[in-house]
């Protein structure tokens, strides 16, 4: 019989995978994000990782980001792909459940998403978004475009990242502002205006200067320039009905998060996607600026449209979960501990399973994360498997009938009676 051939475990790139350690911290992590979602009243859903191709490629250019999805072997049923962001397939699922749910209806979403991405430096290919929205029929109220950056400001400030600031702008600035230097595809500079970040203002000038005049290229470039207040805006004296609007919703959502210094008016900020309509929001770390958002979103007008005949708005915030977890891990900024989640590792001694496993159930019953180990061995050997996993105490069951239940604290070497049924830890987890 000839032998299989070994295939090398080489990782696909651009779908990160953590070790124990590193995975617990992440864990962690997700478990603030949700905890804070909730504290605003905002409910849980989980759409599925496939749409139909249609629905991906309804809103904007995305058709190279998308990857499709079918059998190896058989006939597609239907065109489906995976989900480029949390987004769409939420319109779609607003729509779909319109009469069962209560508007305003204010959702969060955990989940993985798929990009056909380049790997790079915070850029993958499967990765994790946090996304907040609101969404209302007809209208929805302005008081949400100042709730969700609080939301996000409150969730990152207590992830104890690097500094980073949340630019705000709104598309109606940019929009309105080309209309005012009468621009004839307003859309068409907001595409180019959001490359600049990875373009650079030459990039973007050499856009522009495809589509409009000398004049009309240099006045945007100073609208993205600036930063502050709406008054610096209104002093460049273009004019347009759409500007007007959209400065005065932009000084008001200024005016309610006045107190966040994290918070900065950006008028570079226009987002690309096509179904961004007013507020847009992106939060960027301030030592690594050349480094992607790791939080961005807005208000759309009608996203849900392509699904249903009711007008269903909607403002959103989407934390990069993946983008700031791997670049905290590559700078070494984050608080790693042990590989196991467990508070205490049962000792197994010869011939005494069932006396070990009864101890295991009794710690667990009272609430702690037990592993009880898997063979009899040496104590020794298992003490350093204990240490190795960063379990923090290790408990010995009576080792013959009438001795004591004795606990290790494995970082100081001090070891003792106990009881299964009082016993309490002296000191918490690292990170716990």
Known sequence: MSEQPVLRPVPVGGFPEWLPHVRLVELRWLDVIRAAFERYGFCSVETPSV???????????????VYSLGRAQGAEEGRLGLHFDLTVPFARYAAQHFNELVFPFKRYQIQRVWRGERPQEGRFREFTQCDVDVIDVDEVAPHFDAELPRLVHDVLTSLD???????????????????????????????????????????????????????QVEAVLELARLRGDVGAVRALGVESALLAE????????????????????????????????????????????????????????????????????GVGLSIGFSRIFAKMLAEGLLDTGPASPADVLVVLPKDRRRT???????????????????????????????????????????????????VKDLATGVQEEADPASWSRDRGRPGR
């Open 246 to 313: 959209g400065l005065d919703e932009l000084d008001f959502v200024l005016d309610e998060l006045s107190d966040l210094p994290n918070v900065v008016a950006d008028f570079s900020v226009a987002r690309g996607l096509d179904y961004y309509t007013g507020t847009v929001y992106e939060g960027r770390f301030v030592d690594w600026p050349e480094y992607g958002a790791i939080c961005s979103g807005g208000r759309y007008d009608d996203l849900a449209g392509s699904f249903i005949r009711r007008r269903l708005p």
């Open 356 to 406: 070990a496993t009864a101890t295991a159930k009794a710690l667990r019953d009272r609430g702690l994360a037990v592993e009880l180990y898997h063979q009899e061995d040496k104590v020794a050997k298992q003490l350093r498997y204990a240490s190795r996993k960063g379990i923090p105490f290790a408990w010995f069951p009576p080792f013959a009938d009438g001795r004591p239940h004795e």
């Open 161 to 215: 990242l690097p500094p980073w600031t949340l630019a705000v702008s709104n598309r109606k600035v940019l929009q309105g502002f080309c209309e005012g230097l009468g621009v004839a595809e307003p859309l068409d500079v907001v595409r180019a205006v959001d490359k600049i970040d990875k373009i650079g203002p030459d990039g973007v000038a050499a856009l522009l200067a495809e589509r409009l005049r000398p004049a």
């Open 51 to 65: 749409e139909r191709m249609e629905v991906l490629l309804a809103k904007g250019e995305t058709s190279k980001e």
